[in-house]
């Protein structure tokens, strides 16, 4: 396989969504749920919209972080709406509310999933579909996974969670790339018994066709507001790791997730200042201060989980005691990572540290692939 053709979309990839002989039938005289967002298209057309147009009664749709359209910011808590095009209500599931409760499960017969997740395991969207799987298992309702192809696929690698940090940012025992689609994942969360529920969970998965997980895939609509594109959500799952520390991944800039540093010249000669944008950072970190740091950009796409930027970064920044936040547990899914960067542990022993559990967790995947690797 050619790495380097990552970016490069293969033709004929058709998502699940796409294949709708497979479940509009199903949904007809039913009144359907959906858990969707910005991402849930149809050439071009929302999956709502598209619903709507075959005569399916959708009585609710649930958003997750960034909303039903995508619009807002990471980490701001999404409000219950109205769908001003259609009328139907919207439930949030960012905020207090993260699982459905059973009177917000009422009056739907069938929840239709269909989200573009890019495949590390602090991805919000994975925790959500988590929790809608408990409520449609504690309430009797069947869910439709409508899956569609991992970006970063072809990479199984990372610490795997220490359930003694689980968070909504990771929620199951996975690597950081876990090398699944959201389809997948959902098979290994039933297989493994990571459900909260004491009802078994009627689970249907339409699966994409024409893609595995060593075929090149992009995302045509940016799945969040700071993952604009291929460069950011390949480098997305090891810079993703300043957000527990004192450095700026880039939000607040054109470049989230393309670019690192703060207000320290020893980072690095790339200059850039991050300012308050609207539905992509609210309050970027060194809101209009000069940063000075590492601009990766036409950097190569890694083909692991890149924790070399984590490293350097560290050994250049002038006051170490200050360097992480207590997050950074929560993203790496273990302590372990925080102190072997403090005591200087070469990166490649750092990730011998993760074989192990890498190994055993490889294992375990090969029940619940649905493409070929």
């Not at 609210?282 to 984590?310: M, T, W």
Request: with cysteine.
């Amino acid at each position: 396989m050619c790495l380097s053709c990552y970016g490069k979309r293969q033709e004929g990839v058709i998502v699940g969504a796409e294949r709708m002989k497979e479940y509009i039938p199903e949904l007809k005289s039913k009144k359907v749920g959906l858990l969707v967002n910005h991402t849930s298209v149809i050439n071009s057309i929302h999956l709502l919209d598209t619903l709507i147009s075959q005569n399916i009664q959708v009585t609710k749709v649930f958003a997750p972080e960034h909303g039903f359209r995508g619009q807002i910011s990471n980490g701001e808590i999404v409000k219950n709406g109205i769908d001003l095009k259609s009328g139907i209500p919207i439930i949030s599931l960012y905020g207090k509310n993260k699982k459905p409760s059973k009177e917000q499960m009422k009056n739907i017969d069938i929840l239709v999933f269909d989200i573009q997740d890019v495949g590390t395991r602090f991805y919000t969207y994975i925790s959500s579909m988590h929790y809608m799987m408990e409520a449609c298992a504690d309430n009797q309702i069947k869910m439709i996974i409508l899956d569609r192809p991992n970006p970063n696929g072809h990479i199984i690698d990372g610490p795997v969670l220490d359930m003694k940090y689980k968070s909504f940012v990771g929620m199951h025992p996975i690597p950081v790339l876990h090398g699944l689609t959201v389809g997948e994942l959902a098979k290994m969360i039933i297989g493994e018994e990571w459900l909260n529920s004491k009802s078994k969970l009627n689970l249907e998965i339409v699966p994409s066709k024409n893609w595995t997980h060593s075929t090149p895939y992009t995302i045509v609509i940016p799945p969040s507001p700071n993952l604009p594109n291929d460069q950011a959500i390949s480098l997305y799952p090891g810079l993703c790791f300043f957000e527990g520390t004192k450095i700026s991944a880039g939000r607040g800039t054109d470049f989230p997730f393309q670019i690192y540093g703060a207000p320290y010249p020893s980072l690095g000669s790339f200059e850039f200042t991050p300012t308050s944008k609207p539905f992509a950072a609210k309050y970027p970190k060194f809101e209009n201060q000069k940063c000075y740091g590492v601009d990766l950009r036409n950097a190569s796409k890694p083909n692991s989980l890149d924790i070399s930027h984590l490293i350097k970064a560290y050994k250049a920044f002038p006051d170490k005691n200050i360097f992480f936040n207590n997050f950074i547990q929560n993203l790496a899914g273990t302590d372990q990572l925080k102190t072997q960067i403090i005591d200087q542990i070469p990166e490649n022993e750092i990730r011998n540290s993760w074989a192990k559990e890498l190994n055993q967790y490889r294992e375990m995947r090969k029940k619940y692939i649905i493409y070929q690797d």
